[in-house]
């Protein structure tokens, strides 16, 4: 058993720290700078996609021992168009971020959205 868990983490791929930094916010970016930037390009987004924010949250972070989950909560409302539009531009972003969750419910002709989403920060 501990010969074929060896070769296996041979096998896998192997992240370098120069990727990883890339793909992640620095160990020393703050908590609610990390989140204000994601609001901030997440409110520009959602409205060019004819999307109104209603409101905002800054839930507590996810840490781990070496990545850490940095996440916000935006209330929108608009039309099932414009979330699908933002959601596909979600995926442009330089670094990933990931949707952990989505609702959605119908308000008069609108819809009302809540987006649960996660950015990155690398803790090692």
């Given at each position: 058993?501990?010969?074929?868990?060896?070769?296996?983490?041979?096998?896998?791929p192997k992240w370098d720290n120069e990727a990883l930094a890339r793909l992640s916010y620095p160990k020393d970016a703050p908590d609610?700078?990390?989140?204000?930037?994601?609001?901030?390009?997440?409110?520009e987004l959602a409205e060019t996609k004819g999307l109104t924010v209603l409101n905002f949250e800054f839930p507590d972070v996810a840490r781990g021992k070496e990545i850490s989950e940095i996440g916000v909560l935006l209330r929108f409302k608009g039309q099932p168009r414009g979330l699908v539009d933002l959601l596909k531009?979600?995926?442009q972003f330089p670094k990933p971020l990931s949707v952990k969750s989505v609702e959605s419910s119908k308000s008069g002709a609108d819809f009302t959205v809540v987006l649960s989403i996660v950015a990155?920060?690398?803790e090692a």
């Open positions: 058993l501990e010969r074929r868990l060896k070769q296996r983490a041979e096998q896998s609610p700078v990390i989140q204000s930037d994601l609001v901030r390009r997440l409110i531009e979600i995926e990155f920060r690398l």
